[in-house]
Every structure is written in structure tokens, then in C-alpha cells.
């Protein structure tokens, strides 16, 4: 359980970093730690207490096994992560470019 | 043959396949020598041109070819059910399935048609056309995907390319803006995988319809709920309804026009409302659930309200337009709310009818901008005369968003509002009509500014757009003018009727897939 509740104190942390933070890289890495929180939740969902890979061997047939599929999918969610990631990264790099500054509250030209 | 994939795989492949074809070709400038790998002959100036649209175009057909088929299933890879319980990733195209893809695919295709000169000014066309059909595929993905954690790749895709299509003049204000957009639209994503997480380890498999039939067994309980919400937040986000909307005004007028059709036209509706109300009510089974339609038709007066005042006041031709979006959004989401058959119809024909003018007027914005290098409604006046194409075009989509009888929009909106009074929503009812006045104010403010009154001392000279752009508004405004045959009854039951009949069905999806 305690596990759970700090992967969602993970979450709030990365929404915090989104919502309060200024410049635009402390932004990107609390998208990331929300990401991750995430990620962690979806493995904790699939784990088995004592539960082992699930690979079917001789003499494990009748192992308790954590569930394969979330895990799969956070394999699947990381590489998205890292393609949002990387888009993001980059533009913010060109944003530097432009404007000279990482501080959004400088970075203002449309209007609201 | 099974043509469900194709929606899916052409539009990838294409994608690939265009970066790597002139890759190769710069080999040969470079060294000289033929590439081996080269099969489709000389790569020309025009070729991204031809391909993107030709695969456009392949799409429109195909999603022609499969209205009224029914519903069919698709599994991925062969994998048949085992015991009755699904393993592999389903594709499913039902009627909601097929009037998405008429509006993605349609609209896709006139968008590209437009892109051919209007994206000329711009350095890398072969780019922007992977990034267009990227997009595509990954919005016919989510309307096909018949498995929650397919949907939200497809949707992550559709929502990456986008990102990038926002930034793609990487000017000052579209990186701006595309920073802005991608936030909040990770932040969504952040949600909506919550929200799968959560709905995975109450129900133990991601298929929707097994889902639906789990959640069907045990009733809806405080778990369902809470992922409802998440998803109205996460969905809520992607489709820009009120609270959560500050990202729209600045992404869509910041992309170049053919995409900012495409966003404001398609992408909000088939990545947020579509998968929203796919999974509220198919999915999760709430489609009877007091507190969660209740929540749907604030947040839809909100926005409906919000959006319509905040549009009243703008210079900016493109950021009035977003504006716009948001309102007619709020008039989607809140007849989906209604809860009732017909509400359901009028929310699914304005999201049809709004899909075809918004697009349009967002090609006219791009055609003046195209023509005169300007978006702001102050300094235009009398374009018209010049430019009587996009004139003529955008006065019949204004007048068909803004609910001018015999025009697509007013019966839409008429659904909408007699589905309101039905449901004995009679405020409700009374703020959708207002609504309705104010936005015929705004866009009588628009073609009094940009196409009447006297032709500015600037725009003297100014010419119409070429043929392609001037073609892909013309169809669209026929569409326009002509959608409200979609009404009559032979036609009604071939499009719309089986579309709401999905919705109408709820938590039935299940055993319909499933074969129970």
C-alpha cells in the first residue's frame, strides 16, 4: 500500500513542478516525474507479493507469477515518454533561441 | 478483404516511407550514383505533393466504401478469444467508428489538397506531410481502437505529431505556443494513463469491450467513478471544454492554416470528445449516471458561454476562430450530456457540421493570410472584391456556424436545442439560443471588417489564392450548404442513425463485440 501512495505523492510532486515552476526545464522534468509516477503505478499494479517472472521452466510451473501485460505496457509508455520528452527538450532549446530566456514569465509575446 | 487496417497502415507507412525516399535521393545528389534502393522512379519537387494526397485520397474512399457495413471486427495478428475472453488488440469500426473517419478522412483530404500551395512558402514539405499523415493515422487509430491502452498510443501519436505541426514555422510565438500545448497535453496524457491504470487493475484486461462487460457484472462502483473523472479531466484537456481550454487560442491560430483546420476542425473531436464519450458511455457504462451527464453539460454551457464572449472581443482573425472552437465545442459536449437519443444526434451532427466549417473558415483565414500577409480583422476591409472566392466561401460557413436557416449549422443546432427542451433543460435551452445570437454577432463582425466596407489602400493589389486552395474551400462551402440532406430519412438511416445507435446502446457494446 505504501507503495501506492508514493507513486501518487510522486504525481503531485511532478504536478506541482508543472504548475509552480518557472523556467521551462524544471517544468519538462516535473512532466517527467508525473510520467514516471505513472509508469510506476502500472508495474505496482501487475506485482504479486513473492511473485517471480513469468517464464514457465521446469519447476516453476506452479510459481506465483506478477502479471506480464502492465509491464509490457510501460515498456510501451516509456518510449512515448521518450518521444514527448525529446520533443519537448527541443523546442524548449529553440524557445532559448528566440528569446534568450528560460523564464516563462518572460516568454509572453501571445496574448493571453 | 478486411479494409479496417488499412486506415491505419497506409497513412503509416506512407509516413516512413517519405522521409526515407528522399534520403536516399540526397544519397545520390551527394555521391553521385544511383541508389539501388530507389524503386519508385525520380524524386521530384512534387513528389511528397502527390503521395500525401494520394493516400488522402485512398482514405476518403475507403471510408466511403464502409458506410452501412455493420459492425466489424478486426483482431490483430490473428489472435482469436480464448474461453470467450479476447487476448489480442481488437479494431473495431461501428457506426460512431465510421462517421469519425468520414470527418477525419474527408477533412484530411481538402486539407491536403490546400497544403500543396499553401505550404510552399515554408522550407520542408516532405516533413510536414510525415507529420500530416502521422496524424491522420494516429486519429483513424482512435477511432478504430477497439483496446483502451491501443487507444491512448494512437492517441499519443496523433497528439505528438500535432505538437510538432504547431511549432513547424518555428517563429518566436508558434514555439511559444507549441511549449504551452504540449504541457497541457502531457499533462492529459499523464491522466488518461492514470485513469487505464486504474480501470486495469479493477477489471484485469484492457480490452474495452471486456471491460465494459466486467464493469457490467459488478455494477458501477466508487472506482469507475473516479476514473470517469480522470478521464473527463484527461479528455476534457484534448478537447479543450472550459477549465481546461487556456491552450487552444494560442496552438491553434499558431499553425500553419491547413493544419489549424485539421486541429481545430478534427483533432479535438476525434482524440477528445470521440474517445471521451466512447468510454463514458460504451466503456465505463455511464451513460445513465446522473452526476457524470450532469457534469458534462456544465462543463458544456461553460464553454459554450465562456468561449462565445471571449470571441467577441478578438482582432486576430485565427484566435477569433479558436475562440469559436471552444463554443461550438461547449454545444458538443453538452448534447452529448443531455443524455437523450436526440441529444446524441445533434451532438453527432455538429460535430460533423462544425468539423466542415470550421475547417473552412480556418482555410479562409489562411487564404488572406496567404494573399494579404495580415491576420488582424482591423486592418482588412473590402477583400471581397479581390478575393471572391474565399469572400463567397467564408460568408456561407459564417453563416452555417452562426445557425442561418437552410445552412448545415442551424439544424444542428436546432437538434441540440429541442433535444434540450425534451431533457426539460429549459435555461439550459434559453443560454443555448443566446449563444447562438452572439455568434452570429461575432462573425457579422468579421465579414463586416475583413470582406465589406471599402477595400483598404493596401490591399489594392492583392490577388485571389491559386486553384487547389480555392478548390478545397469551394467543397468545403458545398458542404456546408449541403450537409442538412444528411436529415432525410434514407440518408439519416445510412450515417447518423447507426452512429447513435452506439451510443444509445451504452454498456450493449460489450456483448456486441464479444458475441454474447
Not at chain 2, 478537447?239 to 493544419?259: E, K, N, Q, R, T
Request: a positive charge.
Amino acid at each position: 500500500m505504501i507503495y501506492y501512495l508514493l507513486s501518487m505523492l510522486l504525481f503531485l510532486i511532478g504536478l506541482y513542478g508543472v504548475l509552480v515552476k518557472r523556467n521551462l526545464i524544471k517544468i519538462i522534468i516535473g512532466l517527467v516525474l508525473m510520467e514516471y509516477a505513472t509508469f510506476l503505478f502500472l508495474a505496482l499494479v501487475g506485482y504479486k507479493k513473492g511473485g517471480t517472472a513469468p517464464i514457465i521452466t521446469k519447476g516453476f510451473e506452479k510459481a506465483v507469477f506478477v502479471d506480464p501485460l502492465p509491464q509490457a505496457l510501460v515498456l510501451t509508455a516509456i518510449v512515448i515518454g521518450l518521444a514527448t520528452t525529446a520533443l519537448l527538450v527541443s523546442i524548449a532549446v529553440r524557445i532559448y533561441q528566440r528569446y534568450g530566456t528560460f523564464d516563462i514569465r518572460e516568454i509572453r509575446r501571445l496574448k493571453g | 478483404m478486411n479494409l479496417i487496417p488499412l486506415f491505419i497502415a497506409l497513412p503509416l507507412g506512407a509516413a516512413f516511407l517519405l522521409p526515407i525516399l528522399r534520403y536516399r535521393n540526397f544519397d545520390k545528389q551527394k555521391t553521385g550514383q544511383a541508389n539501388p534502393a530507389v524503386i519508385l522512379g525520380k524524386w521530384s519537387k512534387r513528389t511528397p505533393d502527390i503521395v500525401a494526397n494520394l493516400i488522402n485520397l485512398t482514405l476518403l474512399v475507403l471510408s466511403l466504401m464502409v458506410i452501412n457495413r455493420g459492425m466489424l471486427v478486426y483482431k490483430m495478428g490473428g489472435w482469436e478469444p480464448f474461453k470467450g475472453i479476447p487476448i489480442g488488440i481488437y479494431l473495431v469500426l461501428d457506426g460512431l467508428s465510421v462517421l469519425m473517419l468520414l470527418i477525419i478522412n474527408s477533412i484530411g483530404f481538402l486539407a491536403a489538397l490546400y497544403s500543396v500551395n499553401y505550404m510552399e512558402k515554408y522550407t520542408d514539405k516532405t516533413r510536414y506531410y510525415t507529420l500530416f499523415l502521422l496524424l491522420i493515422a494516429g486519429m483513424n487509430g482512435v477511432v478504430l481502437s477497439g483496446d483502451m491502452f491501443n487507444l491512448f498510443v494512437f492517441l499519443e501519436v496523433a497528439a505528438i505529431a500535432s505538437y510538432a505541426l504547431v511549432a513547424f514555422g518555428t517563429e518566436a510565438e508558434e514555439l511559444e505556443a507549441a511549449f504551452k500545448y504540449q504541457v497541457m497535453g502531457t499533462v492529459a496524457s499523464g491522466f488518461i494513463l492514470l485513469g487505464i491504470a486504474l480501470l486495469y487493475s479493477f477489471s484485469g484486461t484492457l480490452n474495452m469491450a471486456d471491460i465494459a462487460r466486467i464493469i457490467n457484472q459488478q455494477g458501477i462502483q466508487g472506482t469507475v467513478l473516479f476514473v470517469g473523472a480522470l478521464f473527463i479531466m484527461g479528455f476534457g484537456l484534448k478537447a479543450a471544454i472550459m477549465p481546461f481550454h487556456a491552450w487552444l487560442p494560442d496552438a491553434h491560430p499558431s499553425a500553419p492554416a491547413p493544419v489549424s483546420a485539421m486541429l481545430s476542425g478534427v483533432l479535438i473531436k476525434a482524440i477528445g470528445v470521440y474517445a471521451l464519450v466512447r468510454i463514458l458511455f460504451n466503456v465505463l457504462g455511464l451513460g445513465e449516471t446522473k452526476s457524470i451527464l450532469y457534469i458534462l453539460m456544465v462543463l458544456g454551457i461553460i464553454s459554450m458561454v465562456a468561449g462565445a464572449l471571449l470571441a467577441l472581443g478578438q482582432r486576430d482573425f485565427k484566435r477569433l476562430l479558436a475562440y469559436s472552437s471552444i463554443s461550438q465545442i461547449g454545444y458538443i459536449v453538452f448534447a452529448f450530456g443531455l443524455g437523450t437519443p436526440l441529444g446524441f444526434l445533434g451532438g453527432l451532427f455538429h460535430l460533423l457540421n462544425h468539423a466542415t466549417f470550421k475547417s473552412l473558415l480556418f482555410l479562409n483565414s489562411g487564404a488572406i493570410v496567404y494573399a494579404t500577409e495580415n491576420r488582424d480583422l482591423e486592418k482588412m476591409g473590402g477583400l471581397l472584391e479581390r478575393m471572391p472566392v474565399t469572400g463567397t466561401t467564408a460568408t456561407i460557413a459564417s453563416m452555417s456556424i452562426a445557425g442561418v436557416p437552410p445552412l448545415s449549422g442551424f439544424w444542428s443546432k436546432l437538434i441540440i436545442i429541442m433535444a434540450a427542451i425534451q431533457a426539460e433543460q429549459f435555461i439550459f435551452a434559453l443560454i443555448a439560443v443566446l449563444i447562438s445570437i452572439i455568434t452570429l454577432a461575432y462573425y457579422l463582425k468579421v465579414q463586416r471588417l475583413a470582406f465589406f466596407g471599402k477595400l483598404g489602400q493596401a490591399w489594392k493589389k492583392t490577388k485571389e489564392v491559386p486553384g487547389l486552395m480555392c478548390a478545397s474551400m469551394i467543397i468545403l462551402s458545398l458542404l456546408c450548404l449541403g450537409l442538412g440532406i444528411l436529415l432525410l430519412p434514407g440518408i439519416k438511416s445510412m450515417i447518423l442513425d447507426p452512429a447513435v445507435e452506439v451510443l444509445k446502446n451504452g454498456a450493449q457494446y460489450a456483448n456486441l463485440i464479444l458475441g454474447e
